[in-house]
């Protein structure tokens, strides 16, 4: 899930590289990330998210080193991604006196 949403953003981010960053660029580049994620979200991938993209995390050392920062925390969704199979072995005989069927 982490890398199919940095692959998402980053294709976002790739289409306004070299523009300024303006308090323009950071609201249309956080509306489409949270368009991302909220269909990410609709899908069961996260529970909840949230991206900034503002004056906070685009201070002016920022700007001035040609940057722009976006930023996204996630709760992932609880998907089936891990799976455990559990084998328990029983002495012949034990097995039809200690499980109910």
Do not use: H
Request: proline residues 1%; charged residues 25%.
């Amino acid at each position: 899930m982490v890398i199919f949403i940095q692959d998402e953003i980053e294709k976002i981010l790739g289409d306004y590289q070299w523009e300024f960053n303006n308090a323009t660029l950071r609201s249309r580049i956080k509306e489409k990330a949270d368009s991302v994620l909220e269909n990410i979200k609709a899908n069961g991938g996260v529970n909840a998210y949230i991206n900034v993209c503002d004056e906070s995390n685009n201070t002016n050392d920022v700007i001035d080193n040609e940057m722009l920062v976006l930023s996204t925390s996630i709760e992932p969704g609880k998907g089936a991604g891990k799976m455990v199979q559990e084998l328990t072995i029983y002495r012949n005989g034990d097995l039809s006196s200690s499980v109910n069927a």
